[in-house]
């Protein structure tokens, strides 16, 4: 089972994403593991891999997938 609930209904949606922000840069500041060199929240690879590409002006594809899209007859 999926819940999906929009945070409009019970608050401000401003609030929502502030007190958000807060609490995962409270995660990612929490005490490291040993052998730990970063702490991450979902996204945050996202964002990363986002920024890598955005400043490279590439996008990193698997190579049977490159071979797939040059393969295709368009």
Do not use: C, Q
């Not at 819940?3 to 990612?28: C, G, H, M, Q």
């Not at 040993?34 to 964002?47: F, Y």
């Amino acid at each position: 089972m999926i819940l999906v609930l929009n945070p409009a209904f019970s608050t401000n949606l401003n609030s929502f994403k502030k007190e958000n922000k807060k609490l995962a840069d409270k995660i990612r500041k929490s005490k490291k593991r040993k052998g730990t060199k970063v702490i991450l929240v979902p996204g945050d690879r996202a964002m990363i891999a986002r920024n890598k590409n955005l400043k490279s002006g590439t996008v990193d594809l698997p190579s049977a997938l490159w071979e797939k899209l040059k393969n295709l007859d368009i």
